[in-house]
Protein backbone atom coordinates (compact mmCIF):
# COMPACT_ATOMS: atom_id res chain seq x y z
CA UNK A 1 0.00 0.00 0.00
CA UNK A 2 1.57 3.52 -1.02
CA UNK A 3 1.52 6.04 1.19
CA UNK A 4 -0.71 7.79 -0.86
CA UNK A 5 -3.34 5.63 -0.25
CA UNK A 6 -2.70 5.40 3.27
CA UNK A 7 -3.02 9.38 3.52
CA UNK A 8 -6.43 8.89 1.75
CA UNK A 9 -7.48 6.47 4.30
CA UNK A 10 -6.21 8.87 6.78
CA UNK A 11 -8.48 11.28 5.39
CA UNK A 12 -10.98 9.79 5.55
CA UNK A 13 -10.79 8.63 9.27
CA UNK A 14 -10.60 12.44 9.99
CA UNK A 15 -14.32 12.76 8.45
CA UNK A 16 -15.55 9.32 10.26
CA UNK A 17 -14.69 10.90 13.82
CA UNK A 18 -16.60 13.41 13.88
CA UNK A 19 -19.05 11.94 12.84
CA UNK A 20 -19.28 8.88 15.34
CA UNK A 21 -18.31 10.99 18.20
CA UNK A 22 -14.96 10.02 19.21
CA UNK A 23 -11.64 8.83 18.11
CA UNK A 24 -12.39 5.53 20.61
CA UNK A 25 -16.10 4.94 18.71
CA UNK A 26 -14.23 4.93 15.38
CA UNK A 27 -11.29 2.23 16.62
CA UNK A 28 -14.46 0.44 17.94
CA UNK A 29 -16.23 0.46 14.34
CA UNK A 30 -12.99 -0.68 13.06
CA UNK A 31 -12.48 -3.39 15.90
CA UNK A 32 -8.52 -1.79 16.48
CA UNK A 33 -7.08 0.07 19.59
CA UNK A 34 -7.43 3.56 19.96
CA UNK A 35 -3.34 3.62 19.53
CA UNK A 36 -3.71 2.38 15.89
CA UNK A 37 -6.02 4.91 14.81
CA UNK A 38 -4.07 7.73 16.36
CA UNK A 39 -0.64 6.54 15.09
CA UNK A 40 -2.16 6.73 11.93
CA UNK A 41 -3.56 10.06 11.85
CA UNK A 42 -0.30 11.18 13.06
CA UNK A 43 1.31 9.59 10.46
CA UNK A 44 3.96 6.67 12.63
CA UNK A 45 3.12 4.50 10.37
CA UNK A 46 6.28 1.93 10.30
CA UNK A 47 4.47 -0.39 12.63
CA UNK A 48 1.47 -0.83 10.87
CA UNK A 49 0.85 -3.95 8.55
CA UNK A 50 -0.78 -3.11 5.38
CA UNK A 51 -3.69 -5.81 6.49
CA UNK A 52 -4.47 -3.53 9.38
CA UNK A 53 -4.98 -0.54 6.93
CA UNK A 54 -6.99 -2.55 4.55
CA UNK A 55 -9.34 -4.03 7.99
CA UNK A 56 -9.27 0.28 9.11
CA UNK A 57 -10.20 0.97 4.68
CA UNK A 58 -12.82 -1.42 4.74
CA UNK A 59 -14.75 -0.57 8.12
CA UNK A 60 -15.08 3.03 6.65
CA UNK A 61 -16.18 2.12 3.69
CA UNK A 62 -12.89 3.93 1.90
CA UNK A 63 -11.72 2.25 -1.75
CA UNK A 64 -8.91 2.82 -3.72
CA UNK A 65 -10.58 0.54 -6.36
CA UNK A 66 -9.55 1.95 -10.13
CA UNK A 67 -13.05 1.19 -11.33
CA UNK A 68 -14.76 4.81 -11.63
CA UNK A 69 -18.35 4.77 -10.38
CA UNK A 70 -20.33 7.21 -13.19
CA UNK A 71 -23.44 9.78 -12.51
CA UNK A 72 -25.67 7.91 -15.27
CA UNK A 73 -29.04 8.41 -15.35
CA UNK A 74 -30.50 5.79 -12.98
CA UNK A 75 -27.28 6.79 -10.76
CA UNK A 76 -28.39 10.41 -10.57
CA UNK A 77 -32.61 9.12 -10.09
CA UNK A 78 -31.15 6.94 -7.26
CA UNK A 79 -29.26 10.04 -5.17
CA UNK A 80 -31.93 12.35 -5.82
CA UNK A 81 -34.42 10.12 -3.99
CA UNK A 82 -31.64 9.61 -1.48
CA UNK A 83 -31.44 13.03 -0.75
CA UNK A 84 -35.18 13.65 -1.08
CA UNK A 85 -35.77 10.69 1.20
CA UNK A 86 -33.32 12.19 3.76
CA UNK A 87 -34.24 15.62 3.91
CA UNK A 88 -37.91 14.40 4.51
CA UNK A 89 -37.12 11.65 6.44
CA UNK A 90 -38.57 9.33 4.88
CA UNK A 91 -38.79 5.27 4.27
CA UNK A 92 -37.91 3.80 1.45
CA UNK A 93 -37.56 0.34 -0.29
CA UNK A 94 -36.05 -0.95 -3.50
CA UNK A 95 -36.95 -4.60 -4.93
CA UNK A 96 -35.09 -4.63 -8.21
CA UNK A 97 -32.29 -7.65 -9.92
CA UNK A 98 -28.83 -7.84 -8.88
CA UNK A 99 -26.34 -6.15 -11.38
CA UNK A 100 -28.56 -2.66 -11.68
CA UNK A 101 -26.50 -0.74 -9.73
CA UNK A 102 -27.92 -0.48 -6.44
CA UNK A 103 -24.81 -1.05 -4.60
CA UNK A 104 -22.98 0.62 -6.17
CA UNK A 105 -24.95 3.63 -6.01
CA UNK A 106 -25.47 3.33 -2.30
CA UNK A 107 -22.00 2.76 -1.06
CA UNK A 108 -20.97 5.80 -3.27
CA UNK A 109 -23.37 7.83 -1.54
CA UNK A 110 -22.45 6.91 1.61
CA UNK A 111 -18.91 8.05 0.67
CA UNK A 112 -19.86 11.37 -0.98
CA UNK A 113 -22.43 11.79 2.46
CA UNK A 114 -20.27 9.84 5.47
CA UNK A 115 -19.61 13.27 6.64
CA UNK A 116 -23.40 14.58 6.57
CA UNK A 117 -24.66 11.47 8.93
CA UNK A 118 -25.60 8.94 6.29
CA UNK A 119 -24.33 5.32 7.49
CA UNK A 120 -24.53 2.24 5.50
CA UNK A 121 -25.04 -1.04 6.63
CA UNK A 122 -24.61 -4.97 4.12
CA UNK A 123 -26.53 -7.23 5.52
CA UNK A 124 -26.13 -10.42 5.85
CA UNK A 125 -28.45 -13.62 7.13
CA UNK A 126 -28.74 -12.18 10.33
CA UNK A 127 -30.74 -12.74 13.24
CA UNK A 128 -31.98 -9.95 15.10
CA UNK A 129 -29.13 -10.36 17.81
CA UNK A 130 -26.26 -10.09 15.35
CA UNK A 131 -28.08 -7.30 13.03
CA UNK A 132 -28.25 -4.75 16.32
CA UNK A 133 -25.24 -6.10 17.05
CA UNK A 134 -23.39 -5.15 13.85
CA UNK A 135 -25.03 -1.86 13.73
CA UNK A 136 -23.61 -1.20 17.01
CA UNK A 137 -20.48 -1.31 15.52
CA UNK A 138 -20.97 0.35 12.77
CA UNK A 139 -22.20 3.11 14.44
CA UNK A 140 -18.87 2.87 17.11
CA UNK A 141 -21.61 2.00 20.02
CA UNK A 142 -20.28 -0.04 22.87
CA UNK A 143 -22.80 -1.82 23.85
CA UNK A 144 -21.38 -4.65 26.64
CA UNK A 145 -22.95 -7.49 27.59
CA UNK A 146 -26.53 -6.34 27.63
CA UNK A 147 -29.13 -7.92 25.51
CA UNK A 148 -30.67 -7.21 22.12
CA UNK A 149 -33.51 -5.61 22.95
CA UNK A 150 -31.12 -2.48 24.85
CA UNK A 151 -28.72 -2.67 22.43
CA UNK A 152 -31.59 -1.57 19.39
CA UNK A 153 -32.55 1.25 22.49
CA UNK A 154 -28.52 2.29 22.39
CA UNK A 155 -29.35 2.90 18.63
CA UNK A 156 -32.15 4.29 18.99
CA UNK A 157 -30.86 6.71 21.02
CA UNK A 158 -27.87 7.16 18.94
CA UNK A 159 -30.35 8.53 16.05
CA UNK A 160 -32.26 10.28 18.55
CA UNK A 161 -29.45 12.62 19.73
CA UNK A 162 -28.48 13.35 15.71
CA UNK A 163 -31.84 13.97 15.07
CA UNK A 164 -31.48 17.84 14.30
CA UNK A 165 -28.94 16.69 11.46
CA UNK A 166 -31.52 15.10 9.23
CA UNK A 167 -29.63 11.45 9.66
CA UNK A 168 -30.22 8.71 7.06
CA UNK A 169 -29.41 4.92 7.90
CA UNK A 170 -28.89 3.04 4.04
CA UNK A 171 -29.78 -0.77 4.78
CA UNK A 172 -28.59 -2.82 1.75
CA UNK A 173 -29.00 -6.70 1.06
CA UNK A 174 -32.30 -6.30 3.76
CA UNK A 175 -33.97 -9.13 1.94
CA UNK A 176 -31.28 -11.65 3.58
CA UNK A 177 -32.29 -10.87 7.06
CA UNK A 178 -34.19 -13.13 8.92
CA UNK A 179 -38.18 -12.60 9.97
CA UNK A 180 -37.20 -11.20 13.48
CA UNK A 181 -34.72 -8.97 12.47
CA UNK A 182 -36.99 -7.74 9.43
CA UNK A 183 -39.46 -6.91 12.05
CA UNK A 184 -37.08 -4.75 14.82
CA UNK A 185 -37.35 -1.79 11.71
CA UNK A 186 -41.00 -1.89 12.88
CA UNK A 187 -39.71 -0.64 16.30
CA UNK A 188 -36.89 1.19 15.09
CA UNK A 189 -39.69 3.54 12.64
CA UNK A 190 -41.84 3.94 15.83
CA UNK A 191 -39.07 5.29 17.62
CA UNK A 192 -37.79 7.49 15.02
CA UNK A 193 -40.68 8.50 12.56
CA UNK A 194 -39.84 11.71 11.22
CA UNK A 195 -36.54 12.09 12.87
CA UNK A 196 -34.31 9.86 10.29
CA UNK A 197 -34.69 8.85 6.91
CA UNK A 198 -34.13 4.73 5.94
CA UNK A 199 -33.57 3.36 2.38
CA UNK A 200 -33.39 -0.30 2.28
CA UNK A 201 -32.52 -2.28 -0.78
CA UNK A 202 -32.19 -5.79 -1.98
CA UNK A 203 -33.33 -8.34 -5.02
CA UNK A 204 -36.48 -8.88 -6.43
CA UNK A 205 -36.99 -11.44 -3.76
CA UNK A 206 -37.57 -8.73 -1.12
CA UNK A 207 -41.13 -7.46 -3.14
CA UNK A 208 -41.98 -11.23 -3.43
CA UNK A 209 -41.34 -11.91 0.01
CA UNK A 210 -43.20 -8.56 1.24
CA UNK A 211 -46.48 -9.84 -0.90
CA UNK A 212 -46.19 -13.31 0.08
CA UNK A 213 -45.86 -12.64 3.68
CA UNK A 214 -48.79 -9.91 3.52
CA UNK A 215 -50.86 -12.45 1.61
CA UNK A 216 -50.36 -15.03 4.23
CA UNK A 217 -51.14 -12.60 7.05
CA UNK A 218 -47.44 -13.05 8.86
CA UNK A 219 -46.15 -11.74 11.77
CA UNK A 220 -44.85 -7.73 11.08
CA UNK A 221 -45.16 -7.86 6.91
CA UNK A 222 -48.57 -5.81 6.77
CA UNK A 223 -46.67 -3.31 9.43
CA UNK A 224 -42.83 -3.43 7.48
CA UNK A 225 -45.01 -2.97 3.72
CA UNK A 226 -46.79 0.50 5.57
CA UNK A 227 -43.97 2.25 7.36
CA UNK A 228 -41.82 1.80 3.38
CA UNK A 229 -43.07 3.94 1.02
CA UNK A 230 -44.18 0.95 -1.36
CA UNK A 231 -41.58 -1.05 -3.13
CA UNK A 232 -39.13 1.35 -5.66
CA UNK A 233 -37.14 0.50 -8.97
CA UNK A 234 -34.38 1.39 -10.78
CA UNK A 235 -33.98 2.59 -14.06
CA UNK A 236 -31.75 0.30 -16.53
CA UNK A 237 -28.45 1.83 -18.36
CA UNK A 238 -28.89 3.51 -21.82
CA UNK A 239 -26.05 3.57 -24.00
CA UNK A 240 -25.76 6.89 -23.63
CA UNK A 241 -24.68 5.66 -19.85
CA UNK A 242 -23.00 2.60 -21.28
CA UNK A 243 -20.76 4.80 -23.25
CA UNK A 244 -19.93 7.34 -20.16
CA UNK A 245 -18.82 4.09 -17.87
CA UNK A 246 -16.84 3.06 -20.94
CA UNK A 247 -15.09 6.64 -21.12
CA UNK A 248 -14.32 6.99 -17.09
CA UNK A 249 -13.06 3.68 -17.33
CA UNK A 250 -10.65 4.15 -20.12
CA UNK A 251 -12.43 2.63 -23.21
CA UNK A 252 -12.93 5.80 -25.97
CA UNK A 253 -13.01 3.70 -28.99
CA UNK A 254 -16.48 4.61 -30.29
CA UNK A 255 -16.08 0.97 -32.31
CA UNK A 256 -15.23 -0.45 -28.95
CA UNK A 257 -17.56 1.07 -26.96
CA UNK A 258 -20.33 -0.24 -29.78
CA UNK A 259 -19.22 -3.70 -29.78
CA UNK A 260 -19.14 -3.65 -25.96
CA UNK A 261 -22.83 -2.20 -26.12
CA UNK A 262 -24.06 -5.12 -28.76
CA UNK A 263 -22.28 -7.84 -26.38
CA UNK A 264 -25.03 -7.03 -23.45
CA UNK A 265 -28.65 -8.18 -23.31
CA UNK A 266 -30.65 -5.42 -23.55
CA UNK A 267 -34.61 -4.93 -23.02
CA UNK A 268 -37.41 -1.98 -23.50
CA UNK A 269 -38.27 0.10 -20.91
CA UNK A 270 -39.97 3.32 -20.58
CA UNK A 271 -38.48 6.11 -19.82
CA UNK A 272 -40.31 9.89 -18.86
CA UNK A 273 -39.16 12.03 -20.75
CA UNK A 274 -41.65 14.86 -20.37
CA UNK A 275 -44.63 15.26 -17.15
CA UNK A 276 -46.66 12.14 -18.47
CA UNK A 277 -44.92 11.49 -21.54
CA UNK A 278 -43.19 7.76 -21.49
CA UNK A 279 -40.46 7.08 -24.52
CA UNK A 280 -39.47 2.90 -24.70
CA UNK A 281 -35.78 2.86 -24.43
CA UNK A 282 -33.44 -0.09 -24.98
CA UNK A 283 -31.25 -0.60 -21.83
CA UNK A 284 -28.95 -3.12 -19.73
CA UNK A 285 -30.18 -4.63 -16.51
CA UNK A 286 -26.71 -6.20 -15.73
CA UNK A 287 -24.03 -3.49 -14.83
CA UNK A 288 -21.74 -6.35 -13.74
CA UNK A 289 -21.16 -7.97 -16.57
CA UNK A 290 -20.94 -4.59 -18.92
CA UNK A 291 -18.20 -4.09 -15.76
CA UNK A 292 -16.29 -7.37 -16.78
CA UNK A 293 -16.56 -6.81 -20.48
CA UNK A 294 -15.09 -3.56 -19.93
CA UNK A 295 -11.65 -5.36 -18.12
CA UNK A 296 -11.42 -7.41 -20.50
CA UNK A 297 -11.07 -4.79 -23.29
CA UNK A 298 -8.90 -3.03 -20.93
CA UNK A 299 -7.29 -6.46 -20.66
CA UNK A 300 -6.56 -7.10 -24.34
CA UNK A 301 -5.31 -2.91 -24.80
CA UNK A 302 -2.21 -4.09 -22.70
CA UNK A 303 -1.39 -7.29 -24.04
Not at 29 to 45: F, G, L, R, Y
Not at 95 to 104: I, L, M, N, V
Request: net charge positive; glycine share 6%; proline share 3%.
Amino acid sequence: MTNLQKKEIVETIKKEIPRLGSQGNLARKCKVSPATISQMISENWDLISPEMWQKVANSIGHSSSEWQTVETLPYVKFAQNLEIAKDGSMFLMYSDDAGKGKTATLKDYHKKNADNNVFYLNCREWAKRELVEELCTELGIEYGNISSDKKGLLIIEFFEKKANKKPQLLIDEIDKLRDPALRWFIEFYNALEGQISIVSSGGPHLEQRIKRGIKLKKQGYSEINSRFSGILKIHGTRFEDCAKICNANGITSKTTINDIWKEQNKVFEDFEIEPGKFLSVKVITDLRRLKRVIQRELLKMKI
